[in-house]
């Protein structure tokens, strides 16, 4: 059986190799991304990530036999990425020859962010050598994104897991994450910015919008909520302060639309028998960024607490060890006893050596590293300066999208703006996740995405491509 396998896997890779670069980057990202929730994450003890992340670096190889010049590879926040990239090489490097941490232990605890960060300039030379190629990976995944759509509105319906992303308990409610709701969002960001400025659009594309919020607003996560009415309303202002081409201007007429897509959203929510939960979650919410008590008292208080205290606390550590380049690249199997001894914050470790510890009675054990606020990761990781370069990379990126917004093409303009809204929504869910840390290849493409944009086909490839409208999300009909 071990044989068969082993023939059937190298009979994949062989297919893999021989497909266009396009499907080969489509294919790689996918797999990076859990596969979409549509397989379990590990898969006969292999992290289904590695495997993408080989399929994303043999991607990477072909294309790299190609040669063409690459325009803007001086922009700010390319330049600051390069930076970055440089520099957790070399605390890669400090953990494994000062640290003395075990090699391959550093590698697995750097993959995702190294990686994950260097498939930005995968994904621009696929943009750079193939026409056609942004336009194709984005029709792509809004195809596979709206027919998974249902599948996770289906498990709300059925109160059952159908995919293999985050479906469990929270309080009185099941909270469902799936892993694809960035990518999801992204063209949401595209389809409301038509919408605000009477550009057409198709009805695939306003279903698209209303099963997408009802996932959000499913998620029953309080930052999720905040982070994305605070984006709704940078994209608002953008276009009110005119931002934009000088044909693109927010048009207020479509207010009533927008108002007809929220109360088709909150009857659903109402009929489905969770807009109760929906509000005090959001209520919440505001209480906290407010400063007053919380509906839900010490629950929600404890969880924003808590992370404060996570950051605090390794923020503290790093300053003491080594605030330059702080712990390095330490996998949590190296994290000395001394060292987990001083953790008051943190989440619990749940691998099944662990657990089996737990159910023999012994006391429970706080990670080092922690999902729940992705800045103190940063901070372990790569110490002040990798925050310093992180924080310059983001001020760049906004910099340059408000400096040259109106000199947007206008084929481009609404998914431009749409890659960069979700950078931000990525940058401020930091607070209580870890885009920038784990599944880093999610805003490396958004960030790519965006340099395309900004560049435009015309720019990049022939005379002939110049004037071609750009056409992401599929037309119906």
């Known amino acids: 059986m071990l044989y068969y396998a082993i023939a059937g896997g190298l009979l994949g890779l062989i297919g893999f190799c021989v497909l266009p670069p396009r499907i080969k980057v489509l294919i790689a990202f996918v797999v990076m991304t859990s596969c979409f929730d549509v397989t379990p994450r590990i898969i006969a003890g292999i992290d289904v990530w590695d495997i993408g992340a080989l399929l994303l670096l043999i ?5 790299a036999l190609f040669h063409r010049k690459t325009p803007g590879s001086r922009v700010s926040y390319v330049v600051v990425l390069q930076l970055l990239v440089g520099w957790m090489g070399l ?23 190294i990686l994950g960060v260097l498939s930005f300039f995968v994904f621009r030379k696929l943009f750079v050598l193939d026409d056609g190629a942004y336009e194709f990976l984005m029709k792509a995944l809004y195809l596979a994104t709206f027919g998974l759509l249902p599948v996770c509105l289906t498990q709300f319906a059925l109160h059952q897991p159908i995919l293999f992303g985050l479906y469990r308990a929270y309080d009185d409610v099941t909270r469902s994450l ?3 709701l960035p990518v999801v969002l992204l063209f949401v960001w595209m389809i409301l910015s038509k919408v605000l400025t009477a550009t057409r659009i198709s009805v695939h594309e306003l279903v698209y919008v209303g099963m997408a919020i009802a996932i959000t607003v499913l998620t029953f996560t309080r930052g999720i909520y905040l982070v994305v009415l605070f984006v709704f309303g940078v994209m ?3 276009l009110a302060i005119k931002k934009s081409p000088e044909s693109i201007r927010l048009n207020f007429v479509v207010a009533p639309m927008m108002l007809i897509l929220f109360l088709v959203g909150g009857a659903g929510l109402y009929f489905g028998g969770y807009a109760e939960k929906v509000i005090e979650r959001f209520t919440s919410a505001v209480e906290l960024v407010v400063g007053e008590k919380a509906a839900t008292k010490t629950k929600n208080e404890d969880t924003y607490t808590g992370r404060l205290g996570i950051a605090k606390e390794r923020f503290r550590l790093v300053l003491a060890h080594n605030p330059v380049v702080g712990y390095g690249f330490i996998h949590e199997d190296d994290v000395p006893r001394s060292l987990r001894t001083k953790l008051k914050y943190g989440s619990v470790i749940y691998t099944p050596e662990y ?4 159910k023999a009675g012994y006391p429970y054990v706080l990670a080092f590293h922690s999902a729940d606020i992705g800045w103190a990761d940063i901070m372990i990781n790569t110490g002040c300066v990798g925050l310093a370069l992180w924080g310059l990379l983001f001020a760049a990126l906004i910099k340059n999208f408000y400096a040259t917004a109106r000199r947007t093409s206008t084929a481009y303009y609404h998914a431009r703006l749409a890659h960069f809204l979700q950078i931000l929504v990525g940058l401020l869910l930091m607070v209580e996740s870890n885009t920038f840390v784990s599944l880093v290849q999610i805003p490396a493409l958004m960030l790519a995405g965006y340099w395309y944009c900004a560049k435009g086909q015309g720019a990049l490839h022939s005379a002939h491509t110049a004037t071609a409208p750009m056409d992401v999300i599929p037309a119906s009909g």
């Open 59 to 63: 991607a990477w190889g072909q294309l």
């Open 91 to 113: 605390c890669l490097l400090w953990s494994v020859l000062i640290y003395d941490y075990p090699a391959l232990n550093s590698v697995k605890a750097s993959r995702q962010m």
């Open 178 to 180: 799936p892993v694809f």
């Open 236 to 238: 608002l202002v953008t």
């Open 355 to 358: 657990v089996e510890r737990y």
